[in-house]
């Protein structure tokens, strides 16, 4: 489906009820809208994990503006403001009020852009295997530990010039992102977009941080980490959760995972999202 959202139309999928019988009256579920990595990749990733939280909540899969089935947009528009505050044309677009939004890697770039933007707007945030700024000292350290020197350096190569290092990173790198084989078929269900991950990767990302932006983030928010994560790491992940307001602040480090959280760490990971639900519907 998809749905005009602001100067752009994006794909979207559903799963699981708003409204469930419950006895005389018809009972509210959370909505939670997961914001998949990239940009340029596609909501698939998280089949079939969301399948797993439609018991609790109504599950929305979302393809960003230039990503997925998605309308391309333009490169003028590939920004992390454009596409932030394409998550509030498209809730409003929807009549959605006070969604939890679960971003994962650039995802949660997204997400924390905007709850920073839009403060009175989710009701949770959920932010996954991201980071409030680039630090690739710290990812470079990462790599070199999990692939040794030739990763190292194709990692270092590619966020010099994406553009013309993409597919050996993806060959490389890619691989190290996560502790557990990926399902079958995966990747080549995926609708990909890698120019718009470059126009990113060499562009904005170099730059942005949005640590003094996370003051304004009113919601609960729940940081979950991979210590083995070569992108977003631990680091990231404590300094992410050391800018936002600390009494809404929960963190959750997985020993075994790496970028792959929702993966690596499925059991425990479902786990703590499904008690941060439980928590929202009992507030």
């Avoid at 995802?107 to 949770?124: E, F, I, L, N, S």
């Amino acid at each position: 489906m998809r749905v005009q959202a602001g100067d752009t139309r994006l794909f979207f999928d559903v799963e699981g009820s708003k409204l469930v019988p419950d006895g005389p009256a018809m009972r509210e579920r959370p909505t939670v809208l997961l914001l998949h990595g990239g940009p340029g990749f596609d909501h698939t990733e998280f089949r079939p994990f969301g399948s797993a939280l439609a018991d609790v909540a109504q599950v929305i899969y979302l393809d960003h503006r230039g990503s997925g089935r998605s309308d391309r947009s333009g490169p003028e528009r590939w920004n992390l403001d454009t596409w932030a505050d394409d998550v509030r044309a498209f809730c409003d677009a929807l009549d959605i009020e006070r969604p939890v939004v679960l971003g994962s890697s650039f995802g949660g770039m997204v997400a924390q852009a905007y709850a920073a933007r839009h403060p009175d707007h989710p009701a949770k945030l959920i932010l996954v295997s991201t980071t409030a700024r680039l630090r690739l000292d710290r990812m470079l350290v990462m790599f070199e530990r999990l692939g040794g020197a030739r990763a190292a350096g194709v990692a270092r190569r590619f966020f010099a010039d994406p553009r013309a290092t993409f597919p050996e990173y993806i060959d490389v790198c890619f691989p190290l992102y996560r502790q557990s084989p990926p399902e079958q078929g995966a990747v080549e269900r995926a609708v990909l977009h890698l120019d718009v991950g470059g126009y990113f990767v060499a562009g904005e990302m170099q730059t942005f941080d949005l640590r003094a932006d996370l003051a304004r983030v009113r919601c609960p928010t729940l940081v979950l980490s991979g210590d083995l994560d070569p992108f977003a790491t631990t680091e990231d992940a404590r300094e992410l959760a050391a800018a936002l307001p600390p009494e809404l602040v929960q963190i959750r480090r997985f020993p075994s995972a790496g970028h792959a959280v929702l993966d690596d760490a499925r059991a425990e990971a479902l786990a703590a999202i499904r008690a941060f639900l439980g928590a929202a519907r009992a507030a």
